[in-house]
């Protein structure tokens, strides 16, 4: 059993930035891959961006490459998503997520453990 809690969202201003956490907890967490997806209302959950415990394997989706940064800290668990010039069309509510396979482009579907989600809205 894996355990994701998410913090760091919040309103910011077009152009601005903000840094997503996402803590992990449980013994098998070392085996699966972590990524982040978004969401907003009446749309399909997206993949964001996907790494691999100490930083191997990072993946971003199109509309977010050069502006988000995904990272991660082993030691403590954590994964983080750096977002950095935030447009209004990046506002919605951001999954972290646990994958045991990591597909070439990632698919909601394919996570095995999800958090609660943390709302990240950009003001134009």
């Known amino acids: 059993q894996v355990q994701l809690v998410e913090s760091g969202g919040g309103l910011v201003q077009a152009g601005g930035s903000l840094r997503l956490s996402c803590a992990a907890s449980g013994r098998t967490v070392p085996r699966y891959y972590m990524a982040w997806f978004r969401q907003t209302p009446g749309k399909e959950r997206e993949f964001v961006a996907s790494i691999g415990w100490g930083g191997a394997l990072s993946k971003y989706a199109d509309s977010v490459k050069g502006r988000f940064t995904i990272s991660d800290d082993n030691a403590k668990n954590t994964v983080y998503l750096h977002l950095n010039s935030l447009k209004p069309e990046d506002t919605a509510v951001y999954y972290c997520?646990?994958?045991?396979?990591?597909?070439?482009?990632?698919?909601?579907?394919?996570?095995?453990?999800w958090g609660q989600g943390t709302q990240v809205t950009v003001s134009s």
């Open positions: 997520a646990a994958l045991s396979r990591i597909q070439i482009t990632p698919a909601a579907r394919d996570a095995d453990y």
